[in-house]
């Protein structure tokens, strides 16, 4: 029989179409069982507000402040800071003016918002995001939120100069057990101590951005030298330092 017999034609012609129409209805059953397998933006992990705060650079600022450090009030740093989330009430922190969300909060004591803001607690980092917060400002910004929210705390006064006293002499003890690692012996490139050509360069910067970048780490040096204390006691410690290799 030849192969171009009407019959052998016919089933051609029948497969020629059949093809493209399969083709199409599958491609049409695929698409649809992807758009019903899409994500519910309704849910609370997908909403607007949460999916902002994780995509949030750490430590963004709304606002500059030209104002010494240590010295920003409760509102400066809400400002600043806080209101990333305490505004709108992303990734579950409770907003400024929202009493019902704030008591239970407020009724732990003002130390323990303090040692939760500093440290960092559930979603939100150690400081806020920002380590340049001194502590005093940390308390600050609680006592202001609360306050707003139905808190009676205490805001921390500034002190004269924008940072805490300290004995100068606690700057040499910090050297002595936590700097003298790296700036003893210049390991990691960090400047020795002592040295003026090697520190000349980072004093023309003014001691204020010195400890403002020395405070969030710089290069191999991890913020604040790995030092845990109060940010006044830190700040000490570069005084000791600089003041020692002028």
């Given at each position: 029989?030849?192969?171009?017999?009407?019959?052998n034609?016919?089933?051609?012609?029948?497969?020629?179409?059949?093809?493209?129409?399969?083709?199409?209805?599958?491609?049409?059953k695929?698409?649809s069982?992807v758009s019903?397998?899409?994500?519910?933006?309704?849910?609370?992990?997908?909403?607007?507000?949460?999916?902002?705060?994780?995509?949030q650079?750490?430590?963004?600022?709304?606002?500059?402040?030209?104002?010494?450090?240590?010295?920003r009030?409760?509102?400066?740093?809400?400002?600043?800071?806080?209101?990333?989330?305490?505004?709108?009430?992303?990734?579950?922190?409770?907003?400024?003016?929202?009493?019902?969300?704030?008591?239970?909060?407020?009724?732990?004591?003002?130390q323990?918002?303090?040692?939760?803001?500093?440290?960092?607690?559930?979603?939100?980092?150690?400081?806020?995001?920002?380590?340049?917060?001194?502590?005093?400002?940390?308390?600050?910004?609680?006592?202001?939120?609360?306050?707003?929210?139905?808190?009676?705390?205490?805001e921390?006064?500034?002190?004269?100069?924008?940072?805490?006293?300290?004995?100068?002499?606690?700057?040499?003890?910090?050297?002595?057990?936590?700097?003298?690692?790296?700036?003893?012996?210049?390991?990691?490139?960090?400047?020795?101590?002592?040295?003026?050509?090697?520190?000349?360069?980072?004093?023309?910067?003014?001691?204020?951005?010195?400890?403002?970048?020395?405070?969030?780490?710089?290069?191999?040096?991890?913020?604040?030298?790995?030092?845990?204390?109060?940010?006044?006691?830190?700040?000490?410690?570069?005084?000791?330092?600089?003041?020692?290799?002028?």
């Amino acid at each position: 029989m030849s192969s171009n017999s009407p019959k052998n034609l016919i089933g051609i012609v029948v497969a020629a179409f059949a093809v493209p129409v399969i083709s199409i209805y599958l491609l049409v059953k695929l698409v649809s069982s992807v758009s019903t397998g899409s994500p519910n933006t309704a849910d609370l992990a997908m909403s607007n507000e949460a999916v902002t705060a994780r995509i949030q650079p750490v430590g963004i600022s709304k606002a500059s402040i030209p104002v010494a450090p240590g010295a920003r009030s409760g509102e400066q740093v809400f400002t600043a800071i806080c209101t990333t989330c305490h505004a709108t009430g992303a990734a579950g922190a409770p907003k400024v003016g929202d009493n019902g969300a704030w008591a239970p909060r407020i009724t732990k004591g003002f130390q323990t918002l303090i040692e939760h803001a500093t440290k960092g607690f559930n979603a939100m980092p150690a400081r806020g995001g920002s380590p340049d917060l001194t502590d005093d400002e940390v308390a600050r910004a609680i006592a202001y939120m609360a306050n707003k929210s139905g808190g009676s705390f205490t805001e921390p006064k500034a002190a004269a100069g924008g940072a805490d006293k300290v004995d100068p002499a606690k700057g040499k003890e910090i050297y002595g057990s936590v700097c003298v690692a790296c700036h003893g012996t210049g390991a990691a490139g960090a400047p020795k101590f002592g040295d003026k050509a090697a520190w000349a360069p980072r004093i023309g910067k003014g001691l204020d951005a010195l400890v403002a970048s020395a405070t969030k780490g710089l290069n191999a040096m991890p913020p604040k030298g790995g030092y845990s204390g109060s940010d006044a006691e830190f700040r000490s410690a570069i005084e000791y330092m600089v003041n020692s290799s002028k």
